[in-house]
T-cell receptor
Framework: DTGVSQNPRHKITKRGQNVTFRCDPISEHNRLYWYRQTLGQGPEFLTYFQNEAQLEKSRLLSDRFSAERPKGSFSTLEIQRTEQGDSAMYLC?????????????FGEGSRLTVL | QKEVEQNSGPLSVPEGAIASLNCTYSDRGSQSFFWYRQYSGKSPELIMSIYSNGDKEDGRFTAQLNKASQYVSLLIRDSQPSDSATYLCAVNIRRGAQKLVFGQGTRLTINP
């Protein structure tokens, strides 16, 4: 399978714990995005990487959230001191070109439930 | 005003009919437009992209863009029960910006 891969697919955690999600983009794609989606809403942009550089970051990404893409390949999204409001689907997407002409391809998502 | 707006539905269409999904956006400088299909519990799947005014057809799907009216639509011809899903409109609202803004999605049900 050469699509965007995310893991874990599901994570249940207690409030206050830290969680980390991993995303492996399509191999030739140098652009990587994280989105968050809650029930009944469209995905909301969190952050964007081009190669290893984090070039855009949403105000939604509080200090408890950090994303990295250390070698320009896979990426991790860490949430520290989780809160119940963090419960959502975390979606990773990748692209080979900028959005002016390119398209985003999403992974299957990592669903987070904070108890 | 939301940056990207869609009717949340649900929109119910008989099998074999044309389903019409609509989306408006607020930023006149928006450059690229996308339709995604999302089945319940799954991630969004790209159906169509459109970058210039007019129609773009791909199989049973036609995307229509009218930048003057800040309006983009998706037509699904010969609707099938398997088309039942939530359809998300996404807009790259500023040239050079690397984020898509999504509408809340329209839930479409095709009735056999």
């Amino acid at each position: 399978d050469t699509g965007v891969s995310q893991n874990p697919r599901h994570k249940i955690t207690k409030r206050g714990q830290n969680v980390t999600f991993r995303c492996d983009p399509i191999s030739e794609h140098n652009r990587l995005y994280w989105y968050r989606q809650t029930l009944g809403q469209g995905p909301e942009f969190l952050t964007y990487f081009q190669n290893e550089a984090q070039l855009e970051k949403s105000r939604l990404l509080s200090d408890r959230f950090s994303a990295e893409r250390p070698k320009g390949s896979f990426s991790t999204l860490e949430i520290q001191r989780t809160e119940q409001g963090d419960s959502a689907m975390y979606l990773c997407a990748s692209s080979s070109r900028g959005l002016d002409t390119g398209e985003l391809f999403f992974g299957e998502g990592s669903r987070l439930t904070v108890l | 005003q939301k940056e990207v707006e869609q009717n949340s539905g649900p929109l119910s269409v008989p099998e074999g009919a044309i389903a019409s999904l609509n989306c408006t956006y607020s930023d006149r400088g928006s450059q690229s437009f996308f339709w995604y299909r999302q089945y319940s519990g799954k991630s969004p799947e790209l159906i169509m992209s459109i970058y210039s005014n007019g129609d773009k057809e791909d199989g049973r799907f036609t995307a229509q863009l009218n930048k003057a009216s800040q309006y983009v639509s998706l037509l699904i011809r010969d609707s099938q029960p398997s088309d039942s899903a939530t359809y998300l409109c996404a807009v790259n609202i500023r040239r050079g910006a690397q984020k898509l803004v999504f509408g809340q999605g329209t839930r479409l049900t095709i009735n056999p």
